[in-house]
């Protein structure tokens, strides 16, 4: 079991930065790969980006690369979500997950969830 706390979201100006972290619980963190997703009002939950477990793989949504960064601190189990340039469109409810093995874009390949950290990117 893996157990998830979202922190750092808040209300932030267009073309500011947030850096979002995620605790993790459980001795065996190393082993999962980790993503972070987002759900908007009304609109399926995304991809945002996804490390893998040693932190040497990165992947990122088209809408977010060169703007956030994901990086991952196995020694604290936390991984981060730096979020620079945000933009209204960044506005949801951002959500880390993990997932035993590989990364992923694809949401439904996730075992656990955190609650969720709400962004608000105010124009």
């Known amino acids: 079991q893996v157990q998830l706390v979202e922190s750092g979201g808040g209300l932030v100006q267009a073309g500011g930065s947030l850096r979002l972290s995620c605790a993790a619980s459980?001795?065996?963190?190393?082993?999962?790969?980790m993503g972070w997703f987002r759900q908007a009002p009304g609109k399926e939950r995304e991809f945002v980006a996804a490390?893998?477990?040693?932190?040497?793989?990165?992947y990122y949504a088209d809408s977010v690369k060169g703007r956030f960064t994901i990086s991952r601190d196995n020694a604290k189990n936390t991984v981060y979500l730096q979020m620079n340039s945000l933009k209204p469109e960044d506005t949801a409810v951002y959500y880390c997950?993990?997932?035993?093995?590989?990364?992923?874009?694809?949401?439904?390949?996730?075992?656990?969830w955190g609650q969720g950290t709400q962004v608000t990117v105010s124009s």
């Open positions: 459980g001795r065996t963190f190393s082993s999962y790969a």
């Open positions: 490390i893998s477990w040693r932190g040497g793989n990165t």
């Open positions: 997950a993990a997932r035993y093995g590989l990364s992923s874009r694809w949401y439904g390949e996730y075992d656990f």
